[in-house]
T-cell receptor
Framework: KNEVEQSPQNLTAQEGEFITINCSYS?????LHWLQQHPGGGIVSLFM???GKKKHGRLIATINIQEKHSSLHITASHPRDSAVYIC??????????FGQGTRLTINP | DTEVTQTPKHLVMGMTNKKSLKCEQH?????MYWYKQKAKKPPELMFV???????INESVPSRFSPECPNSSLLNLHLHALQPEDSALYLC??????????????FGPGTRLTVL
């Protein structure tokens, strides 16, 4: 079993829909990261969380440390949000353990 | 400057060639990373340099040789690679202070093809 599990693996939605991607982990962590990867390769760090909730524009990330669970929400989704979203946990300094990623497609 | 740059963007090499990948950042970060990413898979950590010293080597074959000439620069020297080494190679950097957050900033990657 992977230490970091994401769901769903693939998600297709219509423009404007509210999107939720989930991440569960089974190990003790110091922080959790949400990353975005567009086709072509570049990875962008969206959030780093150790507790609570963070918001940046239309993106919201939450984490429940007791339940070892995090969610990434996208409000008013847009085709440019189409990308792979990766959850990664920081087990120790400098070492990230990655989930398998969620491939999101937003259709116009 | 909040960017990590990588060169080249694409590289095709034969199994007998020697080549190098280069990564540079000017954010004053003291930790730098090499990752390998196969298609439709998450990145896999290869090496971590902390304060210019190799701190993590994830049992990477010796045909991959990292080098950190200074705090801004990270190289990955390649020699006698195999076709299965074809992948996207990503570089990242982070502040490197173990007592504070370690958001990693990723470069655009080098897409390597080994023939």
């Amino acid at each position: 079993k992977n230490e970091v599990e994401q769901s769903p693996q693939n998600l297709t939605a219509q423009e404007g829909e509210f999107i939720t991607i989930n991440c569960s982990y089974s190990v003790g962590i110091s922080a959790l990261h949400w990353l975005q990867q567009h086709p072509g390769g570049g990875i962008v760090s969206l959030f780093m969380l150790s507790s609570g909730k963070k918001k940046h524009g239309r993106l919201i990330a939450t984490i429940n440390i007791q339940e070892k669970h995090s969610s990434l929400h996208i409000t008013a989704s847009h085709p440019r949000d189409s990308a792979v979203y990766i959850c990664a946990v920081e087990k120790g300094a400098q070492k990230l353990v990655f989930g398998q990623g969620t491939r999101l497609t937003i259709n116009p | 400057d909040t960017e990590v740059t990588q060169t080249p963007k694409h590289l095709v090499m034969g199994m007998t060639n020697k080549k190098s990948l280069k990564c540079e950042q000017h954010m004053g970060h003291r930790a730098m990373y090499w990752y390998k990413q196969k298609a439709k898979k998450p990145p896999e950590l290869m090496f971590v340099y902390s304060y210019e010293k190799l701190s993590i080597n994830e049992s990477v074959p010796s045909r991959f040789s990292p080098e950190c000439p200074n705090s801004s620069l990270l190289n990955l020297h390649l020699h006698a690679l195999q076709p299965e080494d074809s992948a996207l190679y990503l570089c990242a950097s982070s502040p490197g202070d173990e007592s504070s957050y370690n958001e990693q900033f990723f470069g655009p990657g080098t897409r390597l093809t080994v023939l």
